[in-house]
């Protein structure tokens, strides 16, 4: 069944503000009530305040004027929701400590999916006490909630009567706790609600008693759509952060650790878990990501990509050696987490037996790919690949080498071709004498070359059923294999037919080593 935690950050635009080293110095006491203040309409609002604020009062949108004329003393500053914005989606990232299916939520909330994660931490309970504790040491105003569905963990979290203490309701029982909640638990709009209100509808309770027809020629879709997605008849999608990995392999600490020999031997430990689970999978990683959760709440990430499906532990860790100097553990890494988000199949294979070569072929290019690749980029590093097409320069096409490979139909046998062609061919002065004859004589970049050997016509047309084909006759060319006098080969064609208003042109295409 689905379990999904919601963390509701009660005055997250404060906390954040006192939390950043940037305001950490100008902010007032905990003790002195503060808000921060928004522009609207002209007017100016409160947007958030501290808890000295509240015991004093003031409530958020409330306008500064009525706020300073009821208390005069009231320290204010400019809000700053892109800050807030980009601090609560860094904070959904740490979460991800605990799962990878984690994203924020609104400007003051974070949703975690904990299907299948919760007893990684023996339990739910245990669990929510962990990232309890640790707001709590940083003094983060936290509400937490688990349920089966978003809506009612979103519920639960903001309206249920628990203190700070976590609630998590027992799989199957959203109806019952969710019954005595007012309709605001509902994440329906003030307009919604206040109607609902009006008729006398004022617990979540009130409204499953009552016909669905009914609300929704009454107050819309919305009403309905809300109160079956919180109690459990219908899906509600959570979409992650970020893309979720297939594999993942954690490792904590007892003590948070920053020196580059301990984090080394924390990234080997990690490989050597992840790898036994690939192997038994017949499988290998092509994109790994490996996460440093920091002490400050930061994560640092070391991203990676292989040429080719590998579970070799050794070349794994000095890849990701190669990369450690990049990470700033800051004041110390609690957390470190292997995650593995592209894996293709990988058959065993012979890699360490003395003296014998490598089942593989690719295994001696393999691994210099993959550190020209994660040093450079491996967008930076590219292969050939063949692509079904008798048109010489559309037979093949660079792709990175961290792409993966596609089948290609086998085309049929074709007459020999040069290793190295031109892009673009290049002009050549012929001489000929019959229309199908090869050239007894060219001039090719101020030099001429005499005819001795040759070889064709071979005839290759327009690709005629693609967009930009023209259909013009010069699209036709005539290729010739031709020796000169010195032994050189080269490739020759000739464009266009004979008996048009346009003679035909000779190009050179490419040379034979």
């Known amino acids: 069944m689905r379990r999904v935690m919601y963390l509701w950050l009660q005055h997250w635009p404060i906390d954040r503000r006192r939390l950043s080293r940037r305001n950490n110095s100008g902010a007032p006491a905990e003790a002195v009530p503060f808000a921060t203040v928004s522009d609207a309409a002209g007017q100016r609002f409160l947007a958030a305040v501290n808890p000295a604020a509240v015991g004093a009062g003031l409530a958020p949108g409330m306008p500064l004027v009525d706020a300073?004329?009821?208390?005069?003393?009231?320290?204010?500053?400019?809000?700053?929701?892109?800050?807030?914005?980009?601090?609560?989606?860094?904070?959904?990232?740490?979460?991800?400590?605990?799962?990878?299916?984690?994203?924020?939520?609104?400007?003051?909330?974070?949703?975690?999916?904990?299907?299948?994660?919760?007893?990684?931490?023996?339990?739910?309970?245990?669990?929510?006490?962990?990232?309890?504790?640790?707001?709590?040491?940083?003094?983060?105003?936290?509400?937490?909630?688990?349920?089966?569905?978003?809506?009612?963990?979103?519920?639960?979290?903001?309206?249920?009567?628990?203190?700070?203490?976590?609630?998590?309701?027992?799989?199957?029982?959203?109806?019952?706790?969710?019954?005595?909640?007012?309709?605001?638990?509902?994440?329906?709009?003030?307009v919604t609600t206040q109607g609902l209100r009006r008729v006398g509808l004022k617990r979540v309770g009130d409204l499953s008693a009552m016909p669905r027809d009914a609300l929704t020629s009454r107050f819309g879709e919305m009403v309905v759509l809300r109160l079956d997605q919180t109690q459990g008849d219908l899906q509600e999608p959570l979409s992650p952060?970020?893309?979720?990995?297939?594999?993942?392999?954690?490792?904590?600490?007892?003590?948070?650790?920053?020196?580059?020999?301990?984090?080394?031997?924390?990234?080997?430990?990690?490989?050597?878990?992840?790898?036994?689970?690939?192997?038994?999978?017949?499988?290998?990683?092509?994109?790994?990501?490996?996460?440093?959760?920091?002490?400050?709440?930061?994560?640092?990430?070391?991203?990676?990509?292989?040429?080719?499906?590998?579970?070799?532990?050794?070349?794994?860790?000095?890849?990701?050696?190669?990369?450690?100097?990049?990470?700033?553990?800051?004041?110390?890494?609690?957390?470190?987490?292997?995650?593995?988000?592209?894996?293709?199949?990988?058959?065993?294979?012979?890699?360490?037996?003395?003296?014998?070569?490598?089942?593989?072929?690719?295994?001696?290019?393999?691994?210099?790919?993959?550190?020209?690749?994660?040093?450079?980029?491996?967008?930076?590093?590219?292969?050939?690949?063949?692509?079904?097409?008798?048109?010489?320069?559309?037979?093949?096409?660079?792709?990175?080498?961290?792409?993966?490979?596609?089948?290609?139909?086998?085309?049929?046998?074709?007459?020999?071709?040069?290793i190295r062609l031109f892009e673009p061919p290049e002009p050549v002065e012929a001489f000929w004498l019959l229309p199908d004859d090869p050239p007894f004589r060219f001039a090719w970049r101020r030099r001429r070359h005499r005819v001795t050997r040759a070889d064709g016509p071979e005839r290759i047309a327009e690709e005629w059923w693609r967009p930009e084909g023209s259909g013009a006759v010069d699209a036709v060319r005539d290729y010739y294999r031709v020796e000169d006098e010195e032994g050189r080969r080269f490739w020759l064609f000739r464009a266009g037919l004979h008996g048009h208003d346009r003679p035909p042109r000779w190009f050179v295409h490419g040379v034979f080593s």
């Open 68 to 190: 300073l004329s009821f208390f005069p003393g009231l320290a204010t500053a400019s809000a700053e929701p892109a800050e807030d914005a980009v601090a609560l989606r860094r904070l959904a990232e740490w979460c991800g400590r605990y799962s990878p299916w984690t994203a924020p939520d609104g400007a003051d909330g974070v949703r975690i999916e904990i299907t299948g994660s919760a007893h990684l931490w023996s339990g739910e309970e245990a669990l929510a006490a962990d990232l309890m504790a640790r707001f709590d040491r940083r003094h983060l105003a936290t509400r937490i909630a688990i349920a089966d569905t978003l809506g009612a963990a979103w519920a639960m979290a903001r309206f249920a009567e628990a203190g700070r203490n976590p609630v998590i309701l027992p799989p199957g029982d959203c109806r019952a706790a969710l019954a005595p909640l007012p309709v605001e638990a509902l994440r329906l709009d003030p």
């Open 241 to 418: 952060l970020g893309e979720a990995p297939t594999r993942r392999v954690r490792l904590s600490f007892a003590e948070p650790i920053a020196d580059p020999a301990d984090l080394l031997r924390a990234t080997e430990r990690l490989v050597e878990d992840l790898v036994p689970r690939l192997a038994r999978e017949g499988a290998g990683a092509r994109r790994l990501d490996l996460a440093f959760y920091r002490t400050d709440g930061r994560v640092e990430r070391i991203r990676l990509g292989t040429a080719r499906p590998s579970r070799d532990p050794c070349h794994l860790t000095a890849l990701f050696k190669e990369r450690l100097d990049t990470v700033d553990p800051g004041l110390g890494v609690e957390d470190m987490i292997l995650a593995a988000f592209a894996v293709e199949p990988l058959p065993p294979e012979q890699i360490g037996l003395a003296g014998h070569a490598p089942a593989n072929k690719t295994s001696g290019i393999a691994p210099l790919l993959d550190r020209l690749g994660n040093r450079l980029g491996l967008d930076a590093v590219s292969r050939f690949e063949p692509r079904s097409s008798h048109i010489p320069e559309r037979a093949s096409v660079r792709v990175p080498v961290g792409s993966p490979r596609f089948p290609v139909a086998r085309a049929p046998d074709k007459p020999p071709r040069p």
